[in-house]
């Protein structure tokens, strides 16, 4: 089979001279030169920041022609595969790779990336061969964000919620089958350093059939303390108080007393260890070293206090962060912050050459940031062409890539090509009350293309 890519005539992270539109600030007239009056802008990726970022182009320049190329068979990056399927209002994922551990047993069966986890349910090709045993009664996640919780609430949510989501028909299947019971959020930090967000914790809370587990020790001293701290924070670790030192009501004892499942917050704990099973063929347990907070505000970090605990478990989800990859050795990138060094989305050194969300400011932020972050990439893109700052002279632009692409003997696949699949997706959930059904297989895609 030939080798392919896919590209159309729209509108991302990486950009060269979907997302559902968004609203952006108003348009402020510009004129443009009759040099600038047609500028071909390539954007590699079709992630919300690409999107994002060609939308403010087009918006601004009417007559820019921006092309999008992705390495994968359909668009849309962590809009597509990045999100839960029971939270398709929320998108908060885009980088190429997950931060390993770097402890011992990290690589035993058992243990996974929460990209790769993720990825496995969303229906990401790469990671349909992931394969998860849920026959284990117990699983730790590692990392207090919203990804964390979002693992969590899909291991717990009775499947039957989940069949009118976008879940792969496999995932859905081996979530049927799932043995967990109980599931642990590891943080090396307390209650006012977690990363998740009130609505994703009042749905943990609220979760049917689960009940919250947490140790009021942990939360010590917090009444005086939370006083001080910014409202949105403030208000997250009162919800964290309460849920673990107030007496629920008659009916919510009632529902937590017939739950059959659970899930538990653990703080002041970092992993140290993945714990083998006695045949050595995939994990059992992970230790835990114990630890203290010290210093103050930001600088506050997490350091062992000598103590360690080992937590039973058959299965290991990491989600500590997110990096990004070099690109290539043509474009620069700082390898300690896993980002290409700009200004504003200015490539350093490079003219012409811009980036846009977490390959310009790092992972973090959801999808608002990124949206903000890449309409002022676009705008910082568009004030350099207005003032000539770009490079001058005749270009090819995509003419030259289609003919090396054939040189290649790559045959694209289309943005009408795109819409096919779409269209077969959504015919094939018809009549089960899910919108779309998730084509995962790439041959079974350029099958249906006829490619």
Not at 44 to 66: D, E, I, N
Not at 110 to 125: E, K, M, T
Not at 376 to 403: E, F, H, N
Not at 410 to 433: I, M, N, T, Y
């Amino acid at each position: 089979m030939a080798p392919r890519c896919w590209r159309w005539w729209h509108w991302s992270a990486w950009l060269r001279t979907r997302s559902p539109p968004a609203r952006s600030t108003p348009s402020r007239s510009r004129h443009f030169s009759t040099q600038e009056k047609t500028p071909q802008i390539c954007v590699v990726g079709s992630g919300p920041a690409g999107f994002y970022t060609a939308q403010h182009l087009l918006k601004h320049h009417t007559q820019a022609r921006v092309d999008i190329y992705e390495k994968q068979l359909v668009p849309f990056g962590l809009v597509r595969f990045g999100v839960a399927p029971d939270h398709p209002e929320v998108k908060s994922y885009g980088a190429e790779d997950h931060q390993a551990l770097d402890i011992p047993g990290e690589e035993l069966p058992g243990v996974f990336s929460a990209r790769a986890f993720v990825g496995w349910y969303n229906g990401l090709p790469e990671n349909q061969g992931l394969s998860p045993d849920l026959s284990c009664d117990t699983a730790v996640i590692l990392g207090q964000g919203n990804v964390a919780l979002d693992m969590a609430r899909i291991l717990l949510t009775p499947p039957e919620h989940l069949e009118r989501t976008d879940i792969t028909k496999a995932a859905l299947g081996v979530l049927r089958q799932s043995q967990v019971k109980t599931v642990w959020i590891v943080g090396r930090r307390g209650p006012l350093q977690v990363a998740f967000t009130i609505k994703e914790l009042r749905e943990m809370i609220q979760l049917p059939g689960t009940r919250p587990i947490l140790d009021p020790e942990d939360f010590l001293g917090l009444q005086d303390r939370i006083k001080e701290i910014p409202r949105p924070r403030k208000r997250l670790t009162e919800l964290l108080l309460q849920t673990a030192t107030e007496k629920p009501r008659v009916e919510e004892a009632a529902r937590l007393a017939s739950a059959s499942r659970a899930w538990g917050l653990r703080f002041f704990r970092s992993p140290q260890q993945v714990l083998p099973s006695p045949d050595g063929r995939r994990v059992a347990g992970i230790r835990l070293a114990v630890t203290r907070l010290e210093g103050v505000g930001e600088a506050t970090r997490a350091v062992p206090t000598g103590d360690v605990e080992d937590l039973p478990c058959g299965l290991v989800l990491s989600s500590i962060g997110y990096k990004s990859h070099p690109i290539d050795p043509s474009v620069p990138f700082d390898f300690k912050l896993g980002v290409i060094p700009n200004m504003e989305g200015r490539v350093v050194d490079v003219p012409g050459l811009y980036c846009s969300g977490w390959v310009k400011r790092g992972p973090t932020g959801v999808i608002g940031t990124t949206m903000n972050d890449s309409f002022l990439t676009g705008q910082m893109l568009l004030q350099d062409l207005k003032a000539g700052l770009l490079p001058s002279g005749p270009r090819p632009g995509s003419v030259a890539i289609q003919a090396l692409l054939s040189s290649r003997g790559v045959r694209p696949v289309s943005f009408s090509d795109w819409e096919k699949l779409d269209a077969e997706e959504v015919a094939r959930a018809q009549g089960s009350g899910k919108p779309r059904e998730k084509l995962v297989d790439p041959q079974e895609m350029l099958r249906l293309l006829g490619h």
